[in-house]
């Protein structure tokens, strides 16, 4: 288990935090019994995801918001294209 573990954490990220935030951040981690490391990594995963997720979100005026149902209520029969971009996995899991 040991080599799966040092495979999965091959890369350093280093931080620098005043003496409230590293006490608030290892309360936390304690609480839930967990190490600083894997509570930090957690939370920044769960906000980096967030971020990127709500890059999704645009605005439609009245007759582009109609198209856009219209083509979401008759998709295409077959589209090789689009069925290899939705097996892709998201950048964030590569």
Known sequence: ???VV???RAT???LRAN??????ID??????GRNRTDFMLDAACREAE???LDRCYFRL????FQRFNDMLDNPPKSNPKLAKLLA????WEE
């Open 19 to 24: 003496l409230r935030q590293k006490t608030l």
């Open 6 to 8: 040092a495979e999965l």
């Open 12 to 14: 350093n990220i280093n």
């Open 61 to 64: 005026g009245k007759e582009e």
């Open 88 to 91: 892709r996995k998201p950048s």
């Open 1 to 3: 288990m040991g080599s």
């Open 27 to 32: 309360s936390a981690a304690e609480v839930l």
């Open 50 to 52: 967030a971020i990127l």
